[in-house]
């Protein structure tokens, strides 16, 4: 049994089974990609889950993902903000298998960061690191998330 789903059983979160990137998919290249996947594969794949509900759905997604990036690395490292292009990317794959990208009031950012936040109860560095923003911007998605749910109500 891996660490992942050691974790995941005691914090009585779904077993995710095996991480979503093939070690020998990930062995073939270069070791920032690597280390890139390593560091964001598992809140991926819990984002992913989370919002789809469904975990093979969730894993075809993440692996979409690192196809994509896998493809265009150094482009990828040669942006601003690398987490920040892999978040939308993840997104946008997430939104096309769920068949939706509605939020309600709330942006799609505000509902990320509740969701990552509430849901799976990352920390705010985690938040940030995973979305590639930085953590100020996290705590004013979460607050304005925050009044806009408050004004609904």
């Known amino acids: 049994m891996s660490v992942v789903q050691v974790a995941h059983r005691q914090q009585g979160k779904p ?29 991926y794949l819990q984002y992913a889950v989370q919002r789809l509900q469904d975990i093979a759905r969730a894993r075809a997604c993440v692996a979409r993902v690192v196809r994509e990036l896998s493809a265009f ?12 292009v892999a978040w939308v990317l993840l997104r946008a794959w997430v939104d096309r298998t769920a068949g939706s990208s509605s939020c309600g009031t709330l942006s799609r950012d505000q509902a990320d ?17 995973v979305m590639g923003v930085e953590e100020a911007v996290v705590v004013a998605h979460l607050r304005s998330a925050t009044r806009i749910l408050a004004i609904a109500d």
């Open 15 to 43: 077993d995710l089974g095996q991480l979503a990137i093939p070690s020998r998919a990930v062995a073939r290249r270069p070791c920032d990609f690597t280390a890139f996947c390593l560091l964001h594969q598992s809140a």
């Open 73 to 84: 690395w150094p482009a990828f490292l040669g942006s601003a903000q690398p987490a920040a």
């Open 113 to 129: 960061v509740l969701l990552l936040r509430g849901s799976l109860d990352f920390s705010l560095a985690k938040i940030a690191s």
